[in-house]
């Protein structure tokens, strides 16, 4: 089993920035891709961004695409997304999701491990 605790959630004012962290424990996640998600009251779970277990490659969702970026460092056995430019409409509940297909894959119900999420609100 593994177990995905997100971080690094806060209020951040329209503009700014904020890092998320996902940190595995249980088992390593260094083989497995890699996402994050976004959620909103009443609203699917939307896709933001994935990480191949390499890292080499990365893909977005469209709203977040030039202003966020995911990572990862295998040898801590954590993710990070990057958000830049932050917009209001970018307020949600984070979560960070772990595929052990391995493959890079934009549907919610393709991941294996969730994390309980983190709270990012972006005030305007």
């Known amino acids: 089993q593994v177990q995905l605790v997100e971080s690094g959630g806060g209020l951040v004012q329209a503009g700014g920035s904020l890092r998320l962290s996902c940190g595995a424990s249980?088992?390593?996640?260094?083989?497995?891709?890699t996402g994050w998600f976004r959620q909103t009251p009443g609203k699917e779970r939307e896709f933001v961004a994935a990480?191949?277990?390499?890292?080499?490659?990365?893909y977005y969702g469209d709203s977040v695409k030039g202003r966020f970026t995911i990572s990862r460092d295998n040898a801590k056995n954590t993710v990070y997304l990057q958000m830049n430019s932050l917009k209001p409409e970018d307020t949600a509940v984070y979560y960070c999701a772990a595929d052990t297909s391995g493959r890079l894959r934009p549907n919610s119900y393709e991941y294996d491990y969730w994390g309980q999420g983190t709270q990012v609100t972006v005030s305007s």
């Open positions: 990480i191949s277990w390499s890292g080499a490659i990365r």
């Open positions: 249980g088992r390593t996640i260094s083989t497995y891709a």
